[in-house]
């Protein structure tokens, strides 16, 4: 079981905007520890989108944004395209587990 | 930038061990810590544990405590993932990806392209 919980799934149409949550707690998110969103195109490797919360790497269009507060972060994404569908995954480490935790995952449809 | 290439997939009998390598192209690999990240079919993404080249030292995720062997190789840039006593639920594709820490952050900036293996009678 996952520590970090995220809505299963999201859709919206074209050129709309969604917003995946992720929940966690006081060992993880809340605990002062950056939060990182991965994308997952179907059948390739993770890719880093965001990282320390709300930053892009080079070559991550600023359609994709991220945000925390408390026990949760927020990935949000605008201009929807086909090319967005994919599974997200957040991600952060845990003080209690000692160890790196990934969100549940949440699988976005472009409708 | 660093290129992470893995080694080919693997079938294994129940019970048995496996390897899987991740060699790094360019870019520097001691100071960075190498993870391990594994998927099970259908499923979403599983820490295994990460190794410091530089140090040597590795740490693991409790559930696979004891099971696990996170290496690293400086002398060829390659890390190395060993899981013993397979068993059906290890078959998954198995990342390794570079890991950046410090200040509270912890994130994978370069992923290898996975490794399937498959556990089966």
């Known amino acids: 079981q996952s520590v970090l919980t995220q809505p299963p799934s999201v859709s919206a149409a074209p050129r709309q905007k969604v917003t995946i949550s992720c929940s966690g707690s006081?060992?993880?998110?809340?605990?002062?520890?950056?939060v990182s969103w991965y994308q997952q195109l179907p059948g390739t490797a993770p890719k880093l989108l965001i990282y320390?919360?709300?930053k892009r790497p080079s070559g991550i269009p600023d359609r994709f944004s991220g945000s925390k507060s408390g026990t949760s972060a927020t990935l949000g994404i605008t201009g929807l395209q086909t090319g967005d569908e994919a599974d997200y995954y957040c991600?952060?480490?845990?003080?209690?587990?000692?160890?790196?935790?990934f969100g549940t995952g949440t699988k976005v449809t472009v409708l | 930038q660093v290129q992470l290439v893995q080694s080919g997939a693997e079938v294994k009998k129940p019970g048995s061990s496996v390897k899987v390598s991740c060699k790094a192209f360019?870019?520097?690999?001691?100071?960075?810590?190498i993870s391990w990240v594994r998927q099970a079919p259908g499923q979403g993404l599983e820490w295994m544990g990460r190794?410091?080249?530089?140090?040597?030292?590795?740490k693991y995720a409790q559930k696979l405590q004891g099971r696990v062997t996170i290496t690293a190789d400086k002398s060829t840039s390659t890390a190395y993932m060993d899981l013993s006593s397979l068993r059906s639920e290890d078959t998954a594709v198995y990342f390794c990806?570079?890991?950046?820490?410090?200040?509270?952050?912890?994130?994978?900036?370069?992923w290898g392209q996975g490794t399937l293996v498959t556990v089966s009678s």
């Open positions: 360019g870019g520097t690999f001691t100071t960075y810590a």
């Open positions: 190794v410091i080249p530089m140090f040597g030292i590795a």
């Open positions: 991600g952060t480490w845990d003080n209690s587990l000692s160890a790196y935790v």
């Open positions: 320390d919360n709300d």
């Open positions: 006081s060992s993880n998110i809340g605990n002062n520890n950056y």
């Open positions: 990806a570079r890991g950046i820490r410090g200040g509270g952050a912890y994130y994978f900036d370069q």
